[in-house]
């Protein structure tokens, strides 16, 4: 089952802050984030894992609660390249399957 | 290195017409998978594969078949097209040894008439 992303859209003015949650129905193991730009392939953004390590290249942060099985990615002073629709997947016990999120879709205006 | 590479990246089909969505990596990866994307709906699994030989369902499996018969290669057959499945399609693939990041081709735009 997918999990599920809030909020479905945002809008934002370059600058603020943005967050996005991920909530799972299955214990998580991992938590993948993409950013998909319009008519793109997703891009990693960052992998969370079970236990708190992060992985990651890209000056964006994220926190992963296992017991709530849930994940928020966070982006702080949000630039025009942040704009995109982001996806959470989720990684199975083996990790094997990666099941993707509903999606967000960030825009930032100037 | 040219990555994960689908063909073709725009496709129109007549209902029941059948076709195979190629997906190609040169990345030595054993996780493959194939993935629809439709409007409010993100990205979902269709099927997926751990190695040559292995394959197993994702979500929404109905409709399309796939088979591994090498490392480099998982094709996604369509059986008798239907206009559901218009839709945007993603091949992935990821290393093993860990939680490794996903790299996913261009897609795959198909419009079943």
């Known amino acids: 089952q997918q999990p599920v992303q809030s909020p479905q859209a945002v809008i934002l003015r370059e600058g603020e802050d943005a967050v996005i949650n991920c909530s799972s129905s299955?214990?998580?193991?991992?938590v993948h984030w993409y950013r998909q730009k319009h008519g793109e392939a997703p891009v990693f953004l960052m992998i969370l894992l079970k236990g708190g390590e992060q992985k990651g290249h890209e000056k964006i942060s994220a926190s992963f609660n296992e017991k709530k099985q849930q994940s928020s990615l966070y982006l702080t002073a949000s630039q025009l390249s942040y704009s995109g629709t982001y996806f959470c997947g989720t990684g199975n016990f083996g990790n094997e399957k990666l099941t993707f999120g509903t999606g967000t879709r960030l825009t930032i205006i100037p | 290195n040219a990555g994960v590479t689908q063909t073709p990246k725009f496709q129109v089909l007549k209902t029941g017409q059948s076709m195979t969505l190629q997906c190609a990596q040169d990345?030595?990866?054993?996780?493959m998978s194939w993935y629809r994307q439709d409007p409010g709906m993100g990205l979902r699994l269709i099927h997926y594969s751990v190695g040559a030989g292995i394959t197993d369902q994702g979500e929404v499996p109905n409709g399309y078949n796939v088979s591994r018969s090498t490392t480099e290669d998982f094709p996604l057959r369509l059986l008798s097209a239907a206009p559901s499945q218009t839709s945007v399609y993603f091949c992935?693939?990821?290393?093993?040894?860990?939680?490794?990041?996903?790299?996913f081709g261009q897609g795959t735009r198909l419009t079943v008439v």
């Open positions: 299955k214990a998580l193991y991992s």
């Open positions: 990345m030595n990866h054993e996780y």
């Open positions: 992935a693939s990821r290393r093993t040894g860990g939680v490794t990041e996903a790299f």
